[in-house]
């Protein structure tokens, strides 16, 4: 879904490593009904050095059970589906930095535009009178 229905998501890409060395990542990843099947956050990871646990810095029991695809049209981005038990797992690798695509750009856009469109709405048939917003306790 997108703006307006839910609130974009959007995660810091990672420029190349001015050092020349990867990044070691660390994400969590919710698992909802015993699995997540979705996107890694980042780009051009080292296959080899993906991990998985139930706990963060690689403690926990180690999830075994994940498979990883490569999808065709964009070799930079990694797949995972991941089976467990426990509500969410600690995925781990190393990547060098991510690759930026025109549909990342393109996905900003769209939100951007989509934000625009809801105001010039609300701006045409919504009331504005210069309130506030107060937080009901």
Do not use: C
Request: glycine share 8%.
């Amino acid at each position: 879904m997108e703006y307006p229905d839910q609130i974009d998501t959007f995660y810091d890409k990672l420029n190349k490593n001015p050092a020349g060395s990867n990044y070691v990542i660390e994400e969590i990843v919710p698992i909802a009904g015993g699995v997540y099947d979705g996107p890694l956050r980042h780009d051009n990871i080292n296959n080899q050095t993906i991990r998985v646990y139930t706990g963060s810095r690689l403690t926990g029991e180690q999830i075994t059970n994940w498979t990883l695809s490569i999808p065709s049209t964009t070799p930079w981005r990694r797949l995972i589906k991941i089976f467990a038990s426990a509500p969410e797992v600690y995925v781990t690798y190393e990547t060098p930095g991510d690759t930026v695509e025109a549909d990342d750009v393109n996905v900003l856009q769209a939100a951007v535009t989509a934000t625009q469109t809801e105001v010039e709405r609300y701006k045409a048939d919504g009331l504005i009178d210069g309130g506030s917003f107060q937080r009901e306790v």
